[in-house]
């Protein structure tokens, strides 16, 4: 495929927005938040279902947040959550983070939370996102790390379950231990000025553990990424099933833990 192109490997059945749902400005980006002030023209990239688009728009009152996505009927899902929240300063389009619709130097931050682990090109992505952020911007990026992820008790089944989902995000054309990355790559984009931290999301608790759990399991058979599994070989129905077996009886453990580690990087333009 071009080296631009690659195929989103979740999809967005049910069980993929359940995630995204959850995700806020305080779980998912507060190693950006304390840079925000109140006027800031953001671009959320890779928005979703808008949660996160929603929080910063909250987080700079007197500014203006754009949320964009390559799929439009996402986009539907996040001018809801905005139109309930009576977010006036915040608006969503349709955009290809390779070939962004937006002139030079046009917002104060640039944000992208687990988008370049889905792309063909991410460097050529961190330099579009470069080129639309004006001097003294900043542009931050947050990505999982999957080869990273680690969980207790050990279940054989989520063992396969890393190793199948790296290989069939790699067949897509991303990046699935894309985390790890980031500075590299926003070093080969021409930034200069980079902090690169970590932070991870934990689910411990019987209500976390469930929820998790039950996210993947259904994924693992009923989503895109499903789909994408069995029709390039890369598993059968019979083992997608197995697989969702293990991550419900992962999450049925009382002493179940997992971890997901996230890269971070924060660059002044």
Same mark, same amino acid.
């Given at each position: 495929?071009?080296?631009?192109?690659?195929?989103?490997? &979740?999809?967005h &059945?049910?069980?993929? +927005?359940? !995630? %995204?749902?959850?995700?806020t400005? *305080? =779980?998912?980006?507060?190693?950006?938040?304390? &840079?925000?002030r109140?006027?800031?023209?953001?671009?959320?990239?890779?928005?979703?279902?808008?949660?996160?688009?929603a929080?910063?728009?909250?987080?700079v009152?007197?500014?203006?947040?754009?949320?964009?996505?390559?799929?439009?009927?996402?986009?539907? /899902?996040?001018? #809801?959550?905005?139109e309930?929240?009576?977010l006036? =300063?915040?608006?969503?389009?349709?955009?290809?983070? %390779?070939?962004?619709?937006?002139?030079?130097d046009?917002?104060?931050?640039?944000h992208?939370?687990?988008? +370049?682990? %889905?792309v063909?090109?991410?460097?050529?992505?961190?330099?579009e996102?470069?080129?639309?952020?004006?001097?003294?911007g900043?542009?931050?990026?947050?990505?999982?790390?999957?080869?990273?992820?680690? @969980?207790?008790? !050990?279940?054989?089944?989520?063992d396969g379950?890393?190793?199948l989902?790296? /290989?069939?995000?790699?067949? =897509? $054309? $991303?990046?699935?231990?894309?985390?790890?990355r980031?500075r590299s @790559? #926003?070093?080969?984009?021409?930034?200069?000025?980079?902090?690169?931290?970590?932070? *991870?999301?934990?689910? #411990?608790?019987?209500?976390?553990?469930?929820?998790?759990?039950?996210?993947?399991?259904? /994924?693992t058979?009923?989503?895109?990424?499903?789909?994408?599994?069995?029709?390039?070989? %890369? #598993?059968?129905?019979?083992?997608?099933?197995?697989i969702?077996?293990? @991550?419900r009886?992962?999450?049925? *453990?009382?002493?179940?833990?997992f *971890?997901?580690?996230?890269?971070?990087?924060?660059? /002044?333009?």
């Amino acid at each position: 495929m071009p080296k631009d192109t690659a195929v989103y490997t &979740h999809g967005h &059945h049910e069980s993929v +927005l359940r !995630s %995204h749902t959850w995700r806020t400005a *305080a =779980n998912s980006a507060a190693y950006l938040t304390g &840079h925000l002030r109140p006027h800031m023209r953001i671009l959320d990239i890779g928005c979703g279902p808008g949660t996160i688009t929603a929080d910063l728009a909250e987080l700079v009152p007197q500014g203006q947040v754009t949320g964009v996505d390559a799929e439009e009927s996402v986009l539907e /899902r996040a001018r #809801a959550v905005a139109e309930e929240r009576g977010l006036a =300063n915040v608006s969503f389009a349709v955009a290809d983070v %390779h070939a962004l619709d937006h002139p030079d130097d046009s917002f104060c931050v640039v944000h992208a939370h687990q988008v +370049l682990q %889905h792309v063909g090109d991410p460097v050529g992505a961190l330099r579009e996102m470069r080129r639309v952020c004006a001097p003294g911007g900043i542009v931050a990026v947050r990505d999982s790390d999957y080869a990273a992820m680690t @969980w207790y008790p !050990s279940v054989p089944g989520l063992d396969g379950w890393l190793d199948l989902y790296r /290989r069939v995000a790699r067949a =897509n $054309g $991303g990046e699935p231990d894309a985390g790890r990355r980031l500075r590299s @790559w #926003a070093l080969e984009a021409g930034f200069t000025d980079i902090t690169s931290t970590a932070t *991870a999301w934990c689910y #411990a608790t019987e209500e976390e553990r469930t929820w998790w759990s039950g996210l993947w399991a259904d /994924r693992t058979v009923a989503s895109s990424y499903a789909r994408l599994a069995v029709d390039g070989g %890369h #598993a059968t129905e019979e083992e997608l099933r197995s697989i969702a077996a293990a @991550w419900r009886t992962w999450g049925g *453990a009382t002493d179940g833990w997992f *971890a997901v580690l996230h890269g971070e990087i924060l660059c /002044r333009v």
